[in-house]
DNA sequence: GTCTATACACCGATAGAC
DNA sequence: GTCTATCGGTGTATAGAC
């Protein structure tokens, strides 16, 4: 019996070059902006002639779609060894969720825009990868939930708060830390409006 | 004589043809997406060819600049109005003007990812443009310190705070007011954390 | 200042051979 | 699954006539 196994590998070997192109196409994305990536660019790359994308991707949307998929993935990843190092005092934890993300977003502009910004004209998620940042969202829920805040606007105005600052930091300090210098006074001044306990301070 | 008034009916026709093809060029872009702005889409609807537009602008990006610096122009001339309704009790202040902003900001996606985000690769605006924006910044600096606001973070985090309300509307509820409802809660958020005296609420 | 003509490169996508 | 060939179109920008 191999037919089993023979298709195991071949899905496998399939999986292996949709992630070479989408690593290609992140590079790409990277090196020249989301906005310019080209079909061309991504199979030169991956050493492939244009048309052979297609029998990987439906189109250039399609490869858009599965890198804000693997974006939003990627981080969803990080959640269980983030829960892991949390601290306990509330204010420590916000702040160290809050520097994660900030941290993440800020690595990287064309991620950073394919997760959170309308850059591509007419590009959507499709819902399944849509899906993956609803979990995210999700968590963040659960986290604000455990610290027992449960005001109904307190997830909106924190992705609000921990977004601008990331938004401006790339718009006005690309590669610095002039409002990542500002995360934990942020989060000290959210914590307060939501009647958080505990004292204020920088993290350590 | 008519050397004089010839030439600065020359320069007035100039300068309206200039205007002719920027409003053109916010049309498309307002339609179609900031990114998909196009030479020959703006030159259809202004009744040109392609190539005459370079008798007005040495470039694409010339066109993108002008646009950035018509933009934040246009706010800039909205201040004096805005000086003149300005309710004298600093939150209301403060949230009559933040309410300006995100009005602002939401009422056009191009407009205001040419302002504040960095949604076309290569674009850089040049220093006679940026210098407007600048212009806008400092009316906010003096504002703050008008209300006894010197807190040396207190502009970038309120421009964090304002800013993200606006990108999450945009992100997540385009054509929406789920952010901006929260915007006199930020504000007064934000006012707590810079000590401003005087009441909360919201705006009537 | 606007035009035609054109350069020169690029784009996403499809058809069909292998 | 990858290729070649190709479609029909896009793009910015320049030269030179009028």
Same mark, same amino acid.
Not at 39 to 46: K, S
Not at 76 to 100: C, G, N
Not at 108 to 128: C, K, N, V, W, Y
């Given at each position: 019996? #191999?037919?089993?196994?023979?298709?195991?590998?071949?899905?496998?070997?399939?999986?292996?070059?949709?992630?070479?192109?989408?690593?290609?196409?992140?590079?790409?994305?990277?090196?020249?902006?989301?906005?310019?990536?080209?079909?061309?660019?991504?199979?030169?790359? #991956?050493?492939?002639?244009?048309?052979?994308?297609?029998?990987?991707?439906?189109?250039?949307?399609?490869?858009?779609?599965?890198?804000?998929?693997?974006?939003?993935?990627?981080?969803? /990843?990080?959640?269980?060894?983030?829960?892991?190092?949390?601290?306990?005092?509330?204010?420590?934890?916000?702040?160290?969720?809050?520097?994660?993300?900030?941290?993440?977003?800020?690595?990287?502009?064309?991620?950073?825009?394919?997760?959170?910004?309308?850059?591509?004209?007419?590009?959507?998620?499709?819902?399944?990868?849509?899906?993956?940042?609803?979990?995210?969202? /999700?968590?963040?829920?659960?986290?604000?939930?455990?610290? %027992?805040?449960?005001?109904?606007?307190?997830?909106?105005?924190?992705?609000?708060? #921990?977004?601008?600052? #990331?938004?401006?930091?790339?718009?006005?300090?690309?590669?610095? /830390?002039?409002?990542?210098?500002?995360?934990?006074?942020?989060?000290?001044?959210?914590?307060?409006?939501?009647?958080?306990?505990?004292?204020? %301070?920088?993290?350590?």
């Amino acid at each position: 019996m #191999v037919a089993v196994p023979n298709r195991d590998r071949q899905t496998e070997r399939r999986e292996a070059t949709r992630r070479e192109i989408l690593h290609a196409a992140w590079d790409v994305a990277r090196e020249q902006g989301l906005a310019t990536l080209t079909l061309r660019e991504i199979a030169t790359r #991956v050493g492939m002639r244009p048309p052979s994308l297609y029998s990987h991707f439906a189109s250039k949307n399609a490869i858009y779609d599965a890198m804000y998929g693997q974006a939003w993935q990627t981080y969803l /990843d990080l959640i269980p060894q983030q829960r892991a190092q949390l601290p306990s005092e509330p204010r420590a934890a916000l702040k160290f969720v809050a520097r994660l993300f900030f941290d993440f977003a800020a690595a990287d502009l064309a991620r950073h825009q394919l997760m959170t910004q309308r850059t591509i004209p007419g590009f959507t998620p499709s819902h399944e990868s849509y899906a993956i940042a609803v979990e995210v969202l /999700d968590e963040l829920h659960q986290l604000l939930d455990r610290f %027992g805040i449960r005001d109904p606007a307190a997830p909106d105005l924190y992705t609000a708060l #921990v977004g601008g600052l #990331v938004d401006q930091q790339w718009a006005n300090d690309p590669g610095g /830390d002039r409002w990542r210098r500002l995360l934990d006074r942020a989060i000290d001044m959210y914590a307060d409006e939501m009647g958080l306990p505990g004292p204020r %301070g920088d993290t350590p």
